[in-house]
Protein backbone atom coordinates (compact mmCIF):
# COMPACT_ATOMS: atom_id res chain seq x y z
CA UNK A 1 0.00 0.00 0.00
CA UNK A 2 2.56 2.16 0.83
CA UNK A 3 3.97 2.35 -2.56
CA UNK A 4 1.12 4.25 -3.89
CA UNK A 5 0.20 6.58 -1.05
CA UNK A 6 0.35 10.38 -1.63
CA UNK A 7 0.52 11.79 1.97
CA UNK A 8 -1.29 14.71 1.17
CA UNK A 9 -2.85 14.07 -2.45
CA UNK A 10 -5.08 11.29 -0.41
CA UNK A 11 -7.17 13.39 1.38
CA UNK A 12 -10.13 14.64 0.42
CA UNK A 13 -10.89 17.12 3.16
CA UNK A 14 -9.20 18.70 5.57
CA UNK A 15 -11.24 18.19 8.92
CA UNK A 16 -8.86 20.01 11.45
CA UNK A 17 -6.28 22.21 10.28
CA UNK A 18 -3.06 22.27 12.40
CA UNK A 19 -3.94 25.87 13.50
CA UNK A 20 -7.52 24.46 14.75
CA UNK A 21 -5.67 21.56 16.52
CA UNK A 22 -3.06 23.32 18.04
CA UNK A 23 -4.88 26.42 19.19
CA UNK A 24 -7.92 23.81 20.99
CA UNK A 25 -4.53 21.93 22.30
CA UNK A 26 -3.10 25.03 24.29
CA UNK A 27 -7.08 25.35 25.41
CA UNK A 28 -6.95 21.94 27.29
CA UNK A 29 -3.29 22.39 28.25
CA UNK A 30 -4.62 25.41 30.06
CA UNK A 31 -7.77 24.03 31.40
CA UNK A 32 -6.15 20.61 32.86
CA UNK A 33 -3.28 22.82 34.47
CA UNK A 34 -5.75 24.60 36.53
CA UNK A 35 -7.88 21.83 37.65
CA UNK A 36 -4.91 19.76 38.97
CA UNK A 37 -3.15 22.79 40.03
CA UNK A 38 -1.37 21.58 43.16
CA UNK A 39 -1.67 17.40 42.90
CA UNK A 40 0.63 15.16 40.99
CA UNK A 41 -0.79 14.28 37.58
CA UNK A 42 0.51 11.24 35.75
CA UNK A 43 -0.82 11.02 31.62
CA UNK A 44 -1.30 7.91 30.08
CA UNK A 45 -1.29 8.15 26.44
CA UNK A 46 -2.33 4.97 24.80
CA UNK A 47 -0.34 4.34 21.55
CA UNK A 48 0.09 4.85 18.90
CA UNK A 49 -2.17 7.01 17.70
CA UNK A 50 -1.93 9.80 20.52
CA UNK A 51 1.65 10.04 20.38
CA UNK A 52 1.86 13.48 18.76
CA UNK A 53 -1.43 14.76 20.70
CA UNK A 54 0.51 13.70 23.71
CA UNK A 55 3.24 15.52 22.59
CA UNK A 56 1.87 18.44 22.54
CA UNK A 57 -0.76 18.62 25.39
CA UNK A 58 2.18 17.60 27.50
CA UNK A 59 3.55 21.07 26.65
CA UNK A 60 0.69 23.09 27.16
CA UNK A 61 0.40 21.90 30.82
CA UNK A 62 2.07 23.94 32.98
CA UNK A 63 2.08 22.01 35.77
CA UNK A 64 4.68 19.15 37.03
CA UNK A 65 3.28 15.75 35.23
CA UNK A 66 4.57 12.33 35.00
CA UNK A 67 3.98 10.69 31.41
CA UNK A 68 3.23 6.75 31.01
CA UNK A 69 2.48 4.83 27.82
CA UNK A 70 0.87 2.04 27.31
CA UNK A 71 -0.33 0.20 23.94
CA UNK A 72 -3.61 -2.15 23.62
CA UNK A 73 -4.14 -4.88 20.90
CA UNK A 74 -7.13 -3.90 18.65
CA UNK A 75 -9.18 -6.25 17.14
CA UNK A 76 -8.18 -7.31 13.33
CA UNK A 77 -4.64 -6.17 14.64
CA UNK A 78 -2.92 -9.62 13.71
CA UNK A 79 -3.61 -10.13 9.54
CA UNK A 80 -4.20 -13.80 10.11
CA UNK A 81 -6.38 -13.90 13.59
CA UNK A 82 -9.65 -11.90 13.84
CA UNK A 83 -10.80 -13.96 17.19
CA UNK A 84 -8.78 -13.67 20.44
CA UNK A 85 -8.73 -11.17 23.20
CA UNK A 86 -7.47 -7.64 23.75
CA UNK A 87 -4.24 -7.84 25.07
CA UNK A 88 -1.95 -5.06 26.98
CA UNK A 89 1.10 -5.27 24.29
CA UNK A 90 3.03 -2.40 26.56
CA UNK A 91 1.91 -1.94 30.12
CA UNK A 92 2.57 0.73 32.69
CA UNK A 93 6.24 1.73 33.48
CA UNK A 94 5.70 2.60 36.80
CA UNK A 95 2.64 2.08 39.85
CA UNK A 96 -0.17 4.70 39.47
CA UNK A 97 -1.25 3.80 42.94
CA UNK A 98 -2.92 7.29 44.33
CA UNK A 99 -2.26 9.15 41.64
CA UNK A 100 -3.97 11.35 39.73
CA UNK A 101 -4.69 9.38 36.34
CA UNK A 102 -5.28 11.22 33.04
CA UNK A 103 -6.03 8.90 30.03
CA UNK A 104 -4.89 10.84 27.00
CA UNK A 105 -6.42 9.54 23.70
CA UNK A 106 -6.84 10.47 20.09
CA UNK A 107 -10.30 9.65 19.41
CA UNK A 108 -13.15 7.56 21.18
CA UNK A 109 -15.85 6.18 18.92
CA UNK A 110 -16.79 3.01 20.04
CA UNK A 111 -15.23 3.18 23.13
CA UNK A 112 -14.35 -0.53 23.27
CA UNK A 113 -11.08 0.19 23.20
CA UNK A 114 -11.75 2.54 26.35
CA UNK A 115 -14.10 0.46 28.05
CA UNK A 116 -11.04 -2.06 29.04
CA UNK A 117 -8.58 0.49 29.58
CA UNK A 118 -10.89 2.57 31.89
CA UNK A 119 -11.29 -1.37 33.48
CA UNK A 120 -7.62 -2.11 33.83
CA UNK A 121 -6.38 1.00 35.19
CA UNK A 122 -9.02 1.00 37.86
CA UNK A 123 -7.78 -1.78 39.14
CA UNK A 124 -4.29 -0.69 40.10
CA UNK A 125 -6.39 1.85 42.47
CA UNK A 126 -4.99 5.18 41.31
CA UNK A 127 -6.70 8.12 43.36
CA UNK A 128 -8.68 9.68 40.20
CA UNK A 129 -8.96 8.68 36.65
CA UNK A 130 -10.23 10.81 33.71
CA UNK A 131 -10.10 10.76 30.38
CA UNK A 132 -9.10 13.29 27.45
CA UNK A 133 -9.62 12.96 24.27
CA UNK A 134 -8.55 14.89 21.67
CA UNK A 135 -11.61 13.36 19.35
CA UNK A 136 -14.86 12.85 19.89
CA UNK A 137 -16.92 10.91 17.68
CA UNK A 138 -20.29 9.98 19.14
CA UNK A 139 -22.32 8.70 16.51
CA UNK A 140 -20.82 5.76 16.94
CA UNK A 141 -20.47 4.70 20.71
CA UNK A 142 -21.26 1.54 21.88
CA UNK A 143 -19.95 2.46 25.71
CA UNK A 144 -20.94 5.31 27.07
CA UNK A 145 -18.14 6.57 29.08
CA UNK A 146 -17.84 10.11 30.92
CA UNK A 147 -15.48 12.06 29.23
CA UNK A 148 -13.98 14.72 30.83
CA UNK A 149 -11.69 16.82 28.31
CA UNK A 150 -12.66 17.16 24.78
CA UNK A 151 -11.12 18.73 21.55
CA UNK A 152 -13.23 18.50 19.09
CA UNK A 153 -16.78 16.24 18.49
CA UNK A 154 -16.44 15.31 15.05
CA UNK A 155 -19.09 13.96 12.40
CA UNK A 156 -19.41 10.32 11.94
CA UNK A 157 -16.45 10.04 9.03
CA UNK A 158 -13.27 8.26 8.92
CA UNK A 159 -10.31 10.34 9.67
CA UNK A 160 -6.53 9.78 9.45
CA UNK A 161 -3.76 12.23 10.59
CA UNK A 162 -2.53 13.68 13.51
CA UNK A 163 -1.59 10.18 14.86
CA UNK A 164 -4.44 8.55 13.36
CA UNK A 165 -3.55 6.16 10.63
CA UNK A 166 -5.12 4.02 7.67
CA UNK A 167 -3.68 0.90 7.34
CA UNK A 168 -0.45 2.51 9.48
CA UNK A 169 -0.09 5.36 6.86
CA UNK A 170 -1.15 8.96 7.64
CA UNK A 171 -0.18 9.10 11.19
CA UNK A 172 2.23 11.87 10.21
CA UNK A 173 -0.07 14.24 9.06
CA UNK A 174 -0.05 17.72 10.92
CA UNK A 175 -4.10 17.99 10.37
CA UNK A 176 -7.00 16.12 10.73
CA UNK A 177 -8.51 14.74 7.06
CA UNK A 178 -10.65 12.56 5.43
CA UNK A 179 -9.51 10.43 2.84
CA UNK A 180 -10.31 9.86 -0.69
CA UNK A 181 -12.80 6.86 -1.40
CA UNK A 182 -10.60 5.29 -4.07
CA UNK A 183 -8.08 4.88 -1.00
CA UNK A 184 -10.50 2.56 0.92
CA UNK A 185 -11.39 0.66 -2.59
CA UNK A 186 -7.65 0.12 -3.70
CA UNK A 187 -6.99 -1.87 -0.14
CA UNK A 188 -10.45 -3.74 0.14
CA UNK A 189 -10.08 -4.44 -3.54
CA UNK A 190 -12.85 -2.46 -4.62
CA UNK B 1 -34.94 -17.01 8.13
CA UNK B 2 -31.47 -18.63 7.77
CA UNK B 3 -29.10 -18.99 10.41
CA UNK B 4 -25.15 -18.36 10.60
CA UNK B 5 -23.88 -20.72 12.75
CA UNK B 6 -20.66 -18.81 15.00
CA UNK B 7 -18.46 -21.01 16.73
CA UNK B 8 -17.54 -19.20 20.40
CA UNK B 9 -13.73 -17.55 19.72
CA UNK B 10 -12.39 -18.46 23.27
CA UNK B 11 -12.76 -22.17 22.79
CA UNK B 12 -13.63 -22.68 26.39
CA UNK B 13 -16.23 -24.62 25.60
CA UNK B 14 -16.35 -26.12 21.99
CA UNK B 15 -19.67 -27.34 21.59
CA UNK B 16 -21.66 -23.91 21.92
CA UNK B 17 -22.24 -21.95 19.01
CA UNK B 18 -24.92 -19.27 18.32
CA UNK B 19 -27.53 -19.39 15.98
CA UNK B 20 -26.39 -15.76 14.08
CA UNK B 21 -29.20 -14.77 11.65
CA UNK B 22 -26.68 -12.65 10.01
CA UNK B 23 -22.56 -12.80 9.35
CA UNK B 24 -22.15 -9.48 10.44
CA UNK B 25 -23.73 -10.39 13.52
CA UNK B 26 -20.87 -13.01 14.07
CA UNK B 27 -18.55 -10.66 13.65
CA UNK B 28 -19.85 -8.25 16.17
CA UNK B 29 -19.80 -10.69 18.68
CA UNK B 30 -16.05 -11.49 17.61
CA UNK B 31 -15.47 -7.87 18.30
CA UNK B 32 -17.72 -7.87 22.02
CA UNK B 33 -15.68 -11.00 22.77
CA UNK B 34 -12.28 -9.04 22.00
CA UNK B 35 -12.90 -6.34 24.02
CA UNK B 36 -14.74 -8.23 26.80
CA UNK B 37 -18.12 -6.69 26.59
CA UNK B 38 -20.48 -9.64 27.76
CA UNK B 39 -23.47 -10.06 25.41
CA UNK B 40 -26.43 -12.13 25.09
CA UNK B 41 -28.05 -12.93 21.72
CA UNK B 42 -31.57 -11.93 21.27
CA UNK B 43 -32.76 -12.84 24.63
CA UNK B 44 -35.72 -9.90 24.81
CA UNK B 45 -38.72 -10.31 22.90
CA UNK B 46 -40.79 -6.83 23.25
CA UNK B 47 -43.90 -6.96 21.74
CA UNK B 48 -44.82 -3.51 19.59
CA UNK B 49 -48.11 -4.70 18.33
CA UNK B 50 -51.33 -5.95 19.34
CA UNK B 51 -54.78 -6.88 18.02
CA UNK B 52 -57.84 -6.14 19.35
CA UNK B 53 -57.95 -8.93 21.38
CA UNK B 54 -54.56 -8.31 23.16
CA UNK B 55 -52.90 -11.02 21.23
CA UNK B 56 -49.40 -9.63 20.25
CA UNK B 57 -48.86 -9.85 16.36
CA UNK B 58 -45.76 -8.05 16.14
CA UNK B 59 -42.54 -7.77 18.12
CA UNK B 60 -39.18 -6.90 18.02
CA UNK B 61 -36.12 -8.88 19.17
CA UNK B 62 -32.81 -6.83 19.41
CA UNK B 63 -29.78 -8.71 18.00
CA UNK B 64 -27.68 -8.42 21.32
CA UNK B 65 -28.24 -7.40 24.93
CA UNK B 66 -24.58 -6.03 26.52
CA UNK B 67 -26.22 -6.77 30.33
CA UNK B 68 -22.99 -4.63 31.85
CA UNK B 69 -24.39 -1.72 29.47
CA UNK B 70 -27.95 -2.36 29.96
CA UNK B 71 -28.05 -1.92 25.90
CA UNK B 72 -29.43 -2.97 23.46
CA UNK B 73 -27.90 -3.46 20.01
CA UNK B 74 -29.84 -4.11 16.50
CA UNK B 75 -27.21 -4.70 13.51
CA UNK B 76 -29.17 -3.63 10.52
CA UNK B 77 -26.59 -4.20 7.43
CA UNK B 78 -29.54 -4.78 5.14
CA UNK B 79 -31.15 -3.08 1.97
CA UNK B 80 -32.41 0.42 2.52
CA UNK B 81 -36.03 -1.30 1.89
CA UNK B 82 -35.58 -3.58 5.29
CA UNK B 83 -34.10 -1.22 7.00
CA UNK B 84 -37.26 1.62 6.51
CA UNK B 85 -39.18 -1.22 8.02
CA UNK B 86 -36.90 -2.25 10.72
CA UNK B 87 -36.70 1.76 11.66
CA UNK B 88 -40.70 1.97 11.82
CA UNK B 89 -40.41 -0.95 14.53
CA UNK B 90 -37.78 0.71 16.20
CA UNK B 91 -39.54 4.25 16.33
CA UNK B 92 -42.55 1.77 18.10
CA UNK B 93 -40.27 0.15 20.41
CA UNK B 94 -39.02 3.20 22.12
CA UNK B 95 -42.35 4.39 22.16
CA UNK B 96 -43.74 2.04 24.00
CA UNK B 97 -40.84 1.35 26.09
CA UNK B 98 -38.95 4.66 26.68
CA UNK B 99 -36.43 3.39 29.21
CA UNK B 100 -35.61 0.67 27.04
CA UNK B 101 -31.55 1.70 25.81
CA UNK B 102 -31.12 1.13 22.10
CA UNK B 103 -28.65 1.58 19.86
CA UNK B 104 -29.02 0.87 15.78
CA UNK B 105 -26.10 -0.22 14.14
CA UNK B 106 -26.48 0.67 10.64
CA UNK B 107 -24.89 -1.07 7.71
CA UNK B 108 -22.60 2.46 7.35
CA UNK B 109 -21.23 2.30 11.12
CA UNK B 110 -20.91 -1.74 10.40
CA UNK B 111 -18.50 -0.44 7.21
CA UNK B 112 -16.76 2.19 9.02
CA UNK B 113 -15.94 -0.69 12.15
CA UNK B 114 -14.75 -3.23 9.76
CA UNK B 115 -12.55 0.10 7.70
CA UNK B 116 -10.71 0.76 11.34
CA UNK B 117 -9.97 -2.51 12.16
CA UNK B 118 -8.43 -3.06 8.77
CA UNK B 119 -11.43 -5.44 7.83
CA UNK B 120 -12.80 -3.73 4.96
CA UNK B 121 -12.67 -6.20 2.41
CA UNK B 122 -14.92 -8.55 4.02
CA UNK B 123 -17.15 -6.51 4.43
CA UNK B 124 -19.19 -6.91 1.42
CA UNK B 125 -19.20 -10.60 2.23
CA UNK B 126 -20.88 -9.70 5.79
CA UNK B 127 -23.29 -7.33 4.49
CA UNK B 128 -26.72 -7.16 2.94
CA UNK B 129 -28.62 -10.32 1.44
CA UNK B 130 -25.17 -11.62 1.32
CA UNK B 131 -24.15 -11.83 4.70
CA UNK B 132 -27.71 -14.15 5.35
CA UNK B 133 -26.35 -17.62 5.02
CA UNK B 134 -28.20 -20.71 5.56
CA UNK B 135 -27.62 -22.76 7.90
CA UNK B 136 -26.47 -26.46 7.06
CA UNK B 137 -26.91 -27.91 10.63
CA UNK B 138 -30.78 -26.98 11.37
CA UNK B 139 -33.76 -25.76 9.63
CA UNK B 140 -35.37 -22.53 10.38
CA UNK B 141 -38.45 -24.00 11.93
CA UNK B 142 -35.83 -25.47 15.14
CA UNK B 143 -33.96 -21.73 15.47
CA UNK B 144 -37.52 -19.82 16.60
CA UNK B 145 -37.36 -21.86 19.33
CA UNK B 146 -34.16 -22.20 19.81
CA UNK B 147 -32.26 -21.90 23.26
CA UNK B 148 -29.77 -19.10 22.50
CA UNK B 149 -26.14 -18.96 23.59
CA UNK B 150 -24.32 -20.69 26.81
CA UNK B 151 -23.78 -20.37 30.64
CA UNK B 152 -22.74 -17.04 31.94
CA UNK B 153 -19.74 -17.39 33.68
CA UNK B 154 -20.01 -15.59 37.27
CA UNK B 155 -16.32 -14.51 37.27
CA UNK B 156 -17.53 -11.72 34.13
CA UNK B 157 -19.50 -9.92 36.04
CA UNK B 158 -17.21 -7.57 36.82
CA UNK B 159 -17.70 -3.71 38.79
CA UNK B 160 -15.59 -1.51 36.80
CA UNK B 161 -14.64 0.15 40.00
CA UNK B 162 -12.68 -2.90 41.36
CA UNK B 163 -11.85 -4.42 38.26
CA UNK B 164 -8.45 -5.73 37.93
CA UNK B 165 -8.05 -7.17 34.16
CA UNK B 166 -11.31 -7.91 32.48
CA UNK B 167 -12.46 -11.22 31.28
CA UNK B 168 -13.93 -12.19 27.94
CA UNK B 169 -17.86 -11.98 27.79
CA UNK B 170 -20.13 -14.66 27.83
CA UNK B 171 -23.80 -14.68 26.31
CA UNK B 172 -26.20 -16.12 28.69
CA UNK B 173 -28.65 -19.30 28.33
CA UNK B 174 -31.72 -17.70 28.77
CA UNK B 175 -35.64 -19.25 26.87
CA UNK B 176 -36.87 -16.08 25.55
CA UNK B 177 -40.22 -16.70 26.92
CA UNK B 178 -38.36 -17.39 30.67
CA UNK B 179 -37.26 -13.76 30.86
CA UNK B 180 -39.08 -10.44 33.18
CA UNK B 181 -38.48 -8.53 30.23
CA UNK B 182 -40.39 -10.27 27.66
CA UNK B 183 -44.17 -9.27 27.80
CA UNK B 184 -46.25 -12.18 25.83
CA UNK B 185 -49.31 -9.62 25.95
CA UNK B 186 -50.58 -6.06 26.83
CA UNK B 187 -53.24 -3.81 26.50
CA UNK B 188 -54.86 -3.77 23.05
CA UNK B 189 -53.53 -0.65 20.76
CA UNK B 190 -55.89 -0.15 17.52
CA UNK B 191 -53.66 1.09 14.60
Not at chain 2, 64 to 83: A, I
Not at chain 2, 166 to 171: F, I, K, N, S
Request: net charge negative; with cysteine.
Amino acid sequence: MSDHVDLHGDVAEILLSEEEIATKVRELGAQISADYRGRSLTLVSVLKGSLPFMADLMRAIEIPVRIDLMEVSSYGGSSTESSGLVRILKDLSASIADEDVLIVEDIIDTGLTLNYLVRYLRGKAPASLHICTLLDKPARRLVEIPVDYTGFTIPDRFVVGYGLDYGELYRNLRYVGVLKPEVYAEVSGG
Amino acid sequence: MHRVWGARPDETDPSVSVPFAHASEAEMSRILDFYAVRWEYEPHTFPILWNLDGDVVESFSPDFYLPDLELHLEMTTLRQKLVRKKNRKLRRLRELYPDLNVKLFYARDFRELMLKYGKLALHDGLSGTLGQVASPYAPPDELDTAVVADVADASTTTDLAAATEPTPGRPTRRRRAADPRTVQKGPAIHT
